[in-house]
Antibody, heavy 117, light 110 residues
Framework: EVQLVESGGGLVQPGGSLRLSCAAS????????MNWVRQAPGKGLEWLSY????????TYADSVKGRFTISRDNAKYSLYLQMNSLRAEDTAVYYC??????????WGQGTLVTVSS | QSALTQPASVSGSPGQSITISCTGT?????????VSWYQQYPGKAPKLMIY???KRPPGVSNRFSASKSANTASLTISGLQVEDEADYYC??????????FGGGTNLTVL
């Protein structure tokens, strides 16, 4: 089955760290660029980060630059997001999304990250 | 990286047509012809409805169409159906290798 499945979300204290994973299946993962997008409760979508298929290009939104790190392991069909120095405003559902032609054509179901003491 | 501007809400009756606008700048919508549109139901992941400003992915109803002129993109849904009631987001590739979403539009089918 062609799908993306996120994991790793949970409750973390402000200033803490968390690592999200996204497991891909059913398509040639190494041939696609990938992204992380989040959605705070009751709010809109926010693009966070992009990584090219070979990891040669990585970009971040200003809101997470310097705190979040995107990475991937093509052999494991996996995408990651290391999140450090977490703040209350990082509370959101985090989605991984496959990029094709500058659009996000496949999304995972999302994983909830709650930053609270 | 300012969000694209969309109306917060639109509404229409079954069978009618509605249009959702998405206004950006010369750093995103105005320069790159790669606006995409997403449909999202509550508690669900977004679904790609339009890519490259006007193209529909396989399986998306031809009741969904889109256009772009200068800094503004538009999504039109014709022959509104109850199941079209959802949130809709536009998105554009932007300068610096980033992407920017619109704030989202809640569509109500009365």
């Amino acid at each position: 089955e062609v799908q993306l499945v996120e994991s790793g979300g949970g409750l973390v204290q402000p200033g803490g760290s968390l690592r999200l994973s996204c497991a891909a299946s059913g398509f040639p993962f190494s041939g696609y660029s990938m992204n992380w997008v989040r959605q705070a409760p009751g709010k809109g979508l926010e693009w966070l980060s992009y990584i090219s298929s070979t990891t040669s290009v990585i970009t971040y939104a200003d809101s997470v630059k310097g705190r979040f790190t995107i990475s991937r392991d093509n052999a494991k069909y996996s995408l990651y997001l290391q999140m450090n120095s977490l703040r209350a405003e990082d509370t959101a559902v985090y989605y991984c999304a496959r990029e094709s032609g500058y659009a996000f054509d496949m999304w995972g179901q999302g994983t909830l990250v709650t930053v609270s003491s | 990286q300012s969000a694209l501007t969309q109306p917060a809400s639109v509404s229409g009756s079954p069978g009618q047509s509605i249009t959702i606008s998405c206004t950006g700048t010369s750093s995103d919508v105005g320069t790159y012809n790669v606006v995409s549109w997403y449909q999202q139901y509550p508690g669900k992941a977004p679904k790609l409805m339009i890519y490259e400003a006007t193209k529909r992915p396989p399986g998306v109803s031809n009741r969904f169409s889109a256009s772009k002129s200068a800094n503004t993109a538009s999504l039109t849904i014709s022959g509104l159906q109850v199941e079209d009631e959802a949130d809709y987001y536009c998105c554009s590739y932007a300068t610096g290798g980033t992407w920017v979403f619109g704030g989202g539009t809640n569509l109500t089918v009365l």
